[in-house]
Every structure is written in structure tokens, then in C-alpha cells.
């Protein structure tokens, strides 16, 4: 993989050859999740650019993340969207993991809606839920690989920023309207954050699930920690893709696959993409 760290100079060039290649302004950035880039083809009037085009941008390795960047109009809102995002698990430090949302921010994104797919803990949840992050356990992070490990740059946000709201009250609020209007079932809940790339085990979904984890998965967290470390405003939305497992199978059948999390997320779209449709209205 390439360099550990992530310099202004790289960021800015990004920048600019993203502004090169497109005629938008975006307002508002969507990180999709696993089997959920078809979210990205609502978007209209697209601009569309390859990760691999753009200078030091990571690139996506994960079956249903496509690597692109859709830039245009999604119900009323300016957007840029990621079709697919890069994970600590490939090899990738925190630092290329987040730079999406670093360059969000230089671009003028002030809002960030994040996606995911993750293994539900509670076990009166059904795969193909919903459920609005209220908070997150970043397990990863407090181990020592934080994203905003090292050297601060004044210029992108504080040495120790605020995290008591690392979601935003009022985009929450909004998220639960515009899902009760639409009679949409909205979970809410927990997102722990493990590094991956294995599922759990049973014991670790009895750990979670006492620490107060509803919802486990493998980004999500240090990317919103550093939309808040630069002004950012975020709201979250996990995707149930599986239940995950807390005793020892009986039958070798009982498994957890990437393909099942994929094809969960494909049969979630259309009421995702109507949600959060609803939320850029609101918005907008």
C-alpha cells in the first residue's frame, strides 16, 4: 500500500483535480456501504470520477464497493456520493482510510451521511432493518489506531475535538420524521466498530452486545470522527445485513458471508434510498 500518512499538499491536489472534473458544488457527501452502490445511480445529471484517477486517493479492493465518485443532484440537494469506500482491513492506514472525508471538507461538504452494512447484536432484529446510529464505540481506535493519531493540523479542525455528539441531534430528529411519514421501521441504536476483516465469534457478540453495542461492523466510526474534527455535521444509517451469532453453531450451515451481506443490501435499497431521498428534501 502506499505512504502511512496523508499530507495537506496531497489533499489539496485531490481537491483540485476533482474541482478539474466536474460541474458541481456538493453540499452534502453519502458514504455508501457494502451493497449499497446502487444508491449512486439516482443520481442525476452525474459527474462521474474513478478513484484510481484521482492523485493519492485510496482505492476500494471489497466486492460491492465500486471505487467511484458520483457528483450532481439527488432530490434536490447538491451531493457527492462515494460508491464504495476503503477499509483499515485491506492494509490501508486511518489516515487513507478517512482522506474521502478530508476531502469532502476542503470541497465544501457540509453534511455527511454515512451507510453500512452491520451484523445486528440485538436479537429481536431482523435482517434488512434499518437502524439510526446514535453513537459509536470506535473498539479500533481506542486500541491505539485512531485517524486522528499524530501531528494536528490546525487548518482541518482542534487537537482534541468534542465527540458528545458525534451524531447530529437535529439531522437524528429529521431522519425519525421522514421514516415515520414514510411508515418506514427505523431502529436506533449503538455502532461498534471492529477492524476486521473475520466475522465474530460468539464470545465477541456476548462482549458487544455488554458493552452496549446493537450493531457491529468494519468502517463507519473513524470517518465520522473526522467529519467532526472538521465541522462536519453527520448522520448515520447501518444496514442489518445479518444477526449475528452468540453461541457455538450445532450445524456447520450456520454461517456469515460477504455475498449474504451484499445481497441484503441489494434488497434494502429502494426503502434506503427512499429515506434518505426524503432527508436531502428536508435539507434542501
Do not use: C, K
Not at 451481506?261 to 429502494?270: C, F, I, N, W, Y
Amino acid at each position: 500500500m502506499p505512504g502511512e500518512t496523508i499530507t495537506p499538499e496531497e489533499l489539496r491536489a485531490a481537491a483540485d483535480y476533482v474541482r478539474a472534473h466536474t460541474r458541481h458544488t456538493p453540499r452534502v457527501g453519502l458514504v455508501l456501504g457494502s451493497g449499497l452502490s446502487v444508491l449512486a445511480e439516482r443520481v442525476q445529471d452525474a459527474d462521474v470520477i474513478d478513484y484510481h484517477d484521482i492523485p493519492h486517493f485510496p482505492r476500494s479492493t471489497v466486492p460491492g464497493h465500486s471505487g467511484r465518485l458520483v457528483l450532481g443532484g439527488l432530490a434536490g440537494a447538491h451531493v457527492l456520493v462515494m460508491q464504495g469506500r476503503v477499509h483499515y482491513y485491506e492494509g490501508y492506514s486511518m489516515a487513507q482510510v478517512t482522506m474521502p472525508i478530508r476531502l469532502m471538507q476542503l470541497l465544501g461538504v457540509q453534511i455527511l451521511i454515512v451507510t453500512n452494512a452491520a451484523g445486528g447484536i440485538r436479537q429481536d432484529w431482523h435482517v434488512g432493518d434499518l437502524m439510526a446510529i446514535t453513537d459509536h464505540l470506535n473498539l479500533v481506535g481506542l486500541g491505539g489506531q485512531h485517524p486522528l493519531r499524530g501531528p494536528n493540523d490546525d487548518q482541518f479542525g482542534p487537537r482534541f475535538p468534542d465527540m458528545l455528539r458525534a451524531y447530529d441531534a437535529r439531522l437524528l430528529q429529521l431522519l425519525r420524521a421522514e421514516a415515520q411519514a414514510r411508515n418506514i421501521t427505523l431502529r436506533e441504536g449503538v455502532y461498534a466498530m471492529v477492524a476486521g476483516p473475520s466475522y465474530e465469534t460468539p464470545a465477541e457478540v456476548r462482549y458487544l452486545r455488554t458493552i452496549g453495542a446493537d450493531a457491529v461492523g468494519m468502517s463507519t466510526a473513524p470517518e465520522v470522527i473526522v467529519a467532526r474534527h472538521g465541522g462536519l455535521r453527520v448522520v448515520g444509517i447501518s444496514l442489518i445485513s445479518n444477526i449475528s451469532i452468540d453461541t457455538l453453531p450445532t450445524t456447520d450451515e450456520e454461517r456469515i458471508s460477504h455475498q449474504d451481506v451484499l445481497l441484503a443490501g441489494q434488497r434494502a435499497v429502494p426503502v434506503l434510498a427512499e429515506l434518505i431521498e426524503g432527508l436531502l428534501r428536508h435539507l434542501n
